[in-house]
């Protein structure tokens, strides 16, 4: 199984200001023939279901906010929220789907205020 | 505007087996570049991808459940559904059915997630 770990578990930002959650794979997500990188991020309030933010490592959702971006490739990704607003106080979420099951999520990372 | 919505027992004995429907509305369960699937959620714990299935019927399974999960299609229904045989306290969690983009070959990211079903496995 690939294992996806994120850092760091939990982080406090000041509003306005920047946050960027990282996260790792045990094995390379890029796939050469298509250039692309297998992973998707998501945001998950208290009592609500995750909410697909970015795709393909970089692709934003339609309908997500400006702020929100993903970049890397290979087994290094990051998540930033250039400047956070209230409402993204939530639980962050990384995901590989890279060829063969199971589907793995890293544990996850905590964003407060 | 695409809905799922799960249903089914929110309390299922050790040993059993649980089974959950998911009812989808505002799209064809047939659509290509689509896979339905199954991802569960333990009390206070992460994300956990259980599996999805394509209309054609292809599955695509945690190996880890293999030998215990099933994921079915009705396509006049509408429907999908998840049966876990031989459930333990582990089992306990909130399911979220959902789809799953991808390929004829190959599920991708989940673009849309119901609002999930809290099963409890006690005696």
């Known amino acids: 199984d690939i294992l996806m770990t994120q850092s760091p578990d939990s982080l406090a930002v000041s509003l306005g200001e920047r946050a960027s959650i990282n996260c790792k794979s045990s094995q390379s997500l890029f796939y050469s023939s298509n250039n692309k990188n297998y992973l998707a991020w998501y945001q998950q309030k208290p009592g609500q279901p995750p909410k697909l933010l970015i795709y393909?490592?970089?692709t934003r959702e339609s309908g997500v906010p400006d702020r929100f971006s993903g970049s890397g490739s290979g087994t290094d990704f990051t998540l930033t929220i250039s400047s956070l607003q209230a409402e993204d106080v939530a639980v962050y979420y990384c995901q590989q789907y890279y060829h063969s099951p199971p589907y793995t999520f890293g544990q996850g990372t905590k964003l407060e205020i | 505007q695409l809905q799922l919505q799960e249903s089914g027992p929110g309390l299922v004995k050790p040993s059993e087996t649980l089974s959950l429907t998911c009812s989808v509305s505002?799209?064809?369960?047939?659509?290509?570049?689509?896979?339905w699937g199954w991802i569960r959620q333990p009390p206070g714990k992460g994300l956990e991808w259980i599996g999805s299935?394509?209309?054609?019927?292809?599955?695509f399974y945690d190996p880890s459940l293999n030998s215990r999960v099933t994921i079915s299609v009705d396509k006049p229904k509408n429907q999908f559904s998840l049966k876990l045989s031989s459930v333990t306290a582990a089992d306990t969690a909130v399911y979220y059915c959902?789809?799953?983009?991808?390929?004829?070959?190959?599920?991708?990211?989940?673009?849309?997630w119901g609002k999930g079903t809290k099963v409890t496995v006690s005696s």
């Open positions: 959902a789809r799953q983009s991808g390929s004829s070959v190959h599920p991708y990211y989940i673009d849309v």
């Open positions: 393909w490592a970089s």
């Open positions: 299935i394509y209309y054609s019927g292809s599955t």
């Open positions: 505002g799209d064809s369960i047939s659509s290509t570049n689509y896979y």
